[in-house]
């Protein structure tokens, strides 16, 4: 089992539209996680940072849920530039690593 | 932008070759993590450096070192390249190894063939 597991996707939603993705991980000494964007040959770029339970940014909110280990990424009113792969990550500071999902393709259609 | 910045951005070589990649880190930042992503995939964490030495490891073969300077750019080595080291290299500085946010250069993409 990957530590850190994401539905690979692709969703396909309708401009406007609110879009859910989870990520599960499986080592319960995580003591942040990541939400990272990607765009297509570029690098990942920070989205969000989640340390408690949650976290919100305009049409962005993040969930934390330590005792099923998974965490969430809501997007509302999708836009077509929010097309792009979304990386959820957990940090172990205690290895000094941060282990990342294989991703979630977005795609947003007009 | 980040203010990281890796070079080069596209290498090619050839199996058992030796390559080396460069990072430098956003200013003031003193912490640098490398990072393999093979297409399709999420990055895969393959060392940090804190101040010069190295702080924490993941799976992958000695043949695969790496440095940092007194100014906390780094570098990171790969001895008798294989097929399956073709891969985007990414680099991400930090300030501290605990919960500050990575944030990433624009990569190296190496194909090996």
């Known amino acids: 089992r990957k530590e850190v597991e994401q539905d690979p996707g692709p969703f396909n939603v309708p401009e406007g539209a609110t879009v859910a993705f989870n990520c599960t991980y499986s080592?319960?000494?995580?003591?942040?996680f990541f939400w990272y964007r990607q765009d297509c040959r570029k690098e990942p770029k920070l989205l969000m940072s989640v340390y408690s339970s949650g976290n919100e940014d305009g049409r962005f909110t993040a969930q934390l849920n330590r005792a099923s280990q998974y965490i969430s990424l809501l997007i509302r009113d999708s836009k077509l530039s929010d097309s792009a792969t979304y990386l959820c990550?957990?940090?172990?500071?205690?290895?000094?690593?941060?282990?990342f999902g294989s991703g979630t393709r977005l795609s947003i259609r007009p | 932008e980040t203010g990281v910045t890796q070079s080069p951005t596209h290498l090619i070589k050839t199996r058992g070759q030796q390559v080396t990649l460069r990072c430098s880190s956003q200013s003031g930042h003193n912490t640098v993590s490398w990072y393999q992503q093979a297409l399709g995939q999420g990055p895969q964490f393959i060392f940090q450096y804190y101040r010069e030495e190295e702080n924490g490891r993941g799976n992958f073969p000695p043949r695969f070192s790496g440095l940092q300077f007194p100014n906390y750019s780094s570098e990171l080595n790969v001895n008798a390249l294989e097929l399956d080291d073709s891969a985007l290299y990414l680099c991400?500085?930090?300030?501290?190894?605990?919960?500050?946010?990575?944030?990433f250069g624009p990569g190296t993409r190496l194909l090996v063939l």
């Open positions: 080592n319960s000494a995580s003591q942040s």
């Open positions: 990550a957990a940090l172990y500071s205690s290895a000094s690593k941060i282990i």
């Open positions: 991400a500085s930090s300030l501290g190894t605990g919960q500050e946010t990575q944030y």
